[in-house]
Every structure is written in structure tokens, then in C-alpha cells.
């Protein structure tokens, strides 16, 4: 017979603001079991199965788009696209990740635009291009707010991180989930 492991749901809500500051913040490191769990010391892998901002900016000047023709070459729009990127104020939200071996290293820069009334950002596509993005125990995803000559988060500025998580811990010995 298979060992199942433990396994549990968890939901990430973080909420950047004007009083977030530039320091890094740990968005998710798998959990340890409690005390009350089935099995002590032990610790949790995730697989992470979403994870996106809701992005609600307005201390910049909202984004102008420079518009296509829809006869537009692939150049063309490329060269609009750039344009729209460098001719709008914007702010900069950098991801990380690290483990036990390995200090936090830089995955993306996400840029943020004032986008009326607010707009999502899928996350997910950045740390994998498979459905979940798996975390081993000893890593730690991180977020780190950065000034890209706009300034901060400012007044009521707001970032939601929504994230939800599968957690897996093996057990070994199936005695060990045997209730007496």
C-alpha cells in the first residue's frame, strides 16, 4: 500500500501598501506540521496552483496606450508596446526566490501601471511554465517593493497577492495516522 503523506490547503492574501516599505517580505515558505499533527517536525512541500495581484494603483498618472493599426506590422507593435512601457510612469515589484543552499535570487521584475479601475497580473507564468510551481521544503518565495523613479506605494495605492497552495508531508509509517 502507497503512503498518502498529509496534506493540506493553504490560501496567501497579502496586501502591499503605502506603509509597505522596501524591505523584503516572505510571501510563502511551506509550513511545519504543529504539535497537534499526526507526525512532529516535520515539514511541508507546495504546490503552488495560483497565485496573482489584483493591482489598484493611482498615486501615478493613468497608462496611455499607444494604439495599433489593425493593419500593424509585428514591428510596429512591438515598437508601440515599447513605447507605451517607457513613456508611463510605473512602479516595480521584484520576485525572489532562495533555499537552505542558495541566498534569495531575483526570478522577475513586475512592473505596475495605473490601470483604471484596477487589473490582475497572473504570477504563475513567471516561476513555471507548468500548471503548479512546486516549493521543497526549505524554500521561500519573497516580494521586495522597489523604486523605479516613481516613487513608492503611495496613499491608498494597493496590491493584492492571492495565493493558494497545496501542502504535502509524507509519512512513513502508517501507524503513525492510526487513531487509537
Not at 60 to 87: G, P, Q, R, S
Not at 142 to 152: H, M, T
Request: negative net charge; contains cysteine; glycine residues 4%.
Amino acid at each position: 500500500m502507497s503512503n498518502p503523506g498529509i496534506f493540506r490547503n493553504v490560501n496567501i492574501i497579502k496586501e502591499l501598501n503605502a506603509s509597505t516599505g522596501t524591505g523584503m517580505i516572505e510571501l510563502y515558505q511551506p509550513g511545519r506540521l504543529n504539535s497537534l499533527d499526526v507526525v512532529s517536525n516535520a515539514k511541508y512541500s507546495g504546490f503552488i496552483t495560483s497565485l496573482r495581484l489584483t493591482v489598484d494603483v493611482t498615486s501615478i498618472d493613468e497608462l496611455e496606450v499607444v494604439e495599433n493599426d489593425t493593419l500593424a506590422d509585428d514591428a510596429t507593435i512591438a515598437a508601440n508596446a515599447k513605447t507605451t512601457f517607457n513613456n508611463n510612469p510605473k512602479k516595480c515589484l521584484s520576485f525572489f526566490i532562495g533555499n537552505s543552499d542558495t541566498p534569495a535570487v531575483k526570478v522577475v521584475d513586475v512592473f505596475i501601471f495605473n490601470q483604471r479601475p484596477f487589473y490582475y497580473v497572473s504570477l504563475l507564468p513567471y516561476f513555471t511554465s507548468a500548471s503548479t510551481f512546486d516549493v521543497a521544503p526549505d524554500s521561500i518565495i519573497a516580494i521586495q517593493q522597489r523604486d523605479v523613479g516613481y516613487g513608492l506605494l503611495q496613499y491608498d495605492d494597493r496590491i493584492l497577492i492571492l495565493e493558494t497552495v497545496i501542502e504535502e508531508s509524507p509519512v512513513y509509517d502508517q501507524l503513525l495516522l492510526t487513531v487509537e
